[in-house]
């Protein structure tokens, strides 16, 4: 069984090996890389991939999911949906907290803490399924508790 956030990702990555036109061919891909999903589910997938149709040289619509630009700053919306999806753990030390994920996933929580601007927060590294998240001096005990409620892990 795949799981929503696995079968996301291959879905972004589908997108960037092939010129997927509709939803159909998108299912049948999954399909032949073992991931079995209706196309309500893909139509569900793709908005909140934030896909959209773009026109390639020819004249052929095909999906694909635009990059957030670095100085883009992420919606508090956008946080509180990756941090609820993909955080399962929220432990601290002092001005350092770390949030576990699912593998292949920290970076996806680290670029929407980096882009969503929080004051407390400095910064971030990630790992493959632990992000650190480097709060400032005497902030760390607030924001592991926003993330916690993010997380839906109160």
Known sequence: MTTKSQRQHRINKLLEEHRVSNQSQLVELLAEAGVTVNQATVSRDLEELGAIKVRMSGGDAVYAVPELPR?????????RRVVGDWVVEVDRSGDLVVLRTPPGSAHVV????????????????????????????????AVSAALRELAGLD
């Open 110 to 141: 680290g670029s929407a803490l980096d882009r969503n601007g929080m004051d407390d927060v400095v910064g971030t590294v990630a790992g493959d399924d632990t992000l650190l998240v480097i709060a400032r001096e005497r902030k760390g005990s």
């Open 71 to 79: 100085d883009q700053v992420a919606p508090e919306e956008h946080l």
